[in-house]
């Protein structure tokens, strides 16, 4: 049988992504905010409801950039059940994680948590939306305020994620999210910062553009992380899908829902009432289930399944940080990383593939 990965991206007709970028054989407009850049910031400002969006090559160097540009300094306290990106970008611009542990309801920072790691040398929160669940902003909100903290969330998994008709875009100072080809929403590779905060749309151009200004002036140090043309245009060809893929990825959800809820030592997330959901993720954790984790893995694996560890090992457990870092214990964020599997997820799974890796689970 052909084999079924965690995830596959999702691809729109091929005709209407060779029709989008046919103009560019005469316009030779490849890169530098281009129309088709232009375009997919409008249209994407308007589809997660935020006030700006400012696009980039890819999610990890948007939040690098986003670091920078809100001049943080000393520590940023963070959660280390997220993808390697959350604390490398901390780390890559020469702060400090503090790791505080997640709830054990949806995996996202426990805010009981974070008001007993800030010090003097704290300067932002920087929470993650994991599998698209939404963290308790009001709470992390109170909190900053308090303490005069910066919050940026990695909102990589969030992609049109609402609360209450709010897009999530709009919490904390900058929220980033991933155009992966993985994700929900993609530009094969790219990622977008949202804020409210009009200055900081040509701080981060230029921070994406080598520090510069116009042509010759150089201001500020910067890199180079422009999205190109053809990436846009991948995303504007998406968008206009993106709708009917959530609404495909709905049933896929629901299929596995209807298999493995109430199944004692199995736990599956939990969709809150006043949230619109993006169903990036089907993440289960066994505990006390008749078999580990690490056994349903290999299961799967031996029928070409290949569900992932999402996530596992923790960040504060990466060997880089070992020698460098004070690393603080998180027992839940611990112990959901040793009993999470994230099973395969997305549009165009078939609902029989469904059945058939709940019926492997389950026998
Ligand atoms: C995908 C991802 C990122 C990084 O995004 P890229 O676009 O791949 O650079 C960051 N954080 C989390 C939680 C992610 O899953």
Same mark, same amino acid.
């Given at each position: 049988?052909?084999?079924? !990965? ?6 729109? %007709?091929?005709? +209407? ?12 407009? &490849?890169?530098?905010?281009? %129309?088709?850049?232009?375009? $997919? ?9 935020? *006030? ?12 690098e950039l986003a670091l920078n540009a809100l001049k ?6 963070? @959660? ?6 959350? @604390? !490398?970008?901390?780390?890559?611009n ?43 902003? *009001? ?9 005069? $903290? ?20 709009? #919490? ?22 949202? #804020?409210?905060?009009?200055t900081l749309y040509s701080l981060l151009a230029k921070l994406r553009q080598f520090g510069m200004e116009g042509?010759e002036r150089v201001p500020i140090v910067g890199t180079n992380a422009?999205?190109? +043309? ?5 995303? &504007? ?15 896929? #959800? ?5 298999? $493995? ?6 736990? @599956? ?13 089907? %993440? ?34 990466? +060997?880089?940080? !070992? ?25 165009? $799974? ?11 689970? &389950?026998?």
């Amino acid at each position: 049988m052909k084999p079924i !990965q965690v995830v596959q991206p999702s691809m729109p %007709p091929y005709e +209407e992504f060779c029709e989008e970028i046919k103009d560019m054989w005469e316009t030779r407009w &490849l890169t530098h905010t281009g %129309p088709k850049h232009q375009k $997919l910031e409008k249209e994407l400002s308007d589809y997660l409801r935020v *006030k700006h969006i400012s696009l980039f090559a890819n999610g990890h160097l948007a939040l690098e950039l986003a670091l920078n540009a809100l001049k943080l300094s000393g520590e940023v306290i963070t @959660t280390p059940f997220t993808f390697a990106s959350t @604390t !490398q970008a901390i780390v890559r611009n020469g702060l400090t994680p503090i790791f505080c542990d997640i709830n054990k309801d949806d995996y996202t920072i426990d805010v009981h948590k974070i008001e007993s790691l800030i010090t003097e040398k704290t300067s932002a929160i920087l929470p993650v939306h994991v599998y698209g669940s939404v963290c308790d902003y *009001k709470a992390i909100e109170a909190i900053a305020k308090k303490y005069n $903290l910066r919050v940026i969330y990695d909102a990589a998994h969030a992609f049109g994620v609402e609360v209450d008709g709010i897009g999530v875009g709009n #919490f904390g100072d900058i929220s980033m999210f991933s155009f992966h080809s993985t994700k929900v929403f993609h530009t094969f590779e790219g990622g977008g910062l949202t #804020f409210a905060n009009d200055t900081l749309y040509s701080l981060l151009a230029k921070l994406r553009q080598f520090g510069m200004e116009g042509k010759e002036r150089v201001p500020i140090v910067g890199t180079n992380a422009k999205m190109t +043309e053809a990436h846009a245009a991948m995303g &504007l060809c998406n968008l206009k899908h993106i709708d009917e893929e959530i609404i495909k990825r709905k049933k896929v #959800f629901e299929r596995y829902l209807r298999n $493995l809820q109430g199944i004692k030592g199995i736990k @599956t997330i939990h969709l809150k009432k006043n949230i619109k959901h993006n169903y990036a993720y089907f %993440p289960v954790v066994f505990d006390g289930y008749m078999y580990s984790r690490d056994e349903i893995a290999d299961r799967l694996a031996k029928e070409n399944i290949f569900a992932r560890k999402y996530f596992y090992p923790l960040t504060s457990a990466f +060997e880089a940080y !070992q020698d460098r870092f004070a690393i603080q214990e998180t027992p839940v964020a611990k112990q959901i990383s040793e009993s999470v599997l994230t099973l395969p997820m997305y549009a165009d $799974l078939p609902l029989e593939d469904v059945d058939r890796i709940c019926k492997i689970i &389950l026998n």
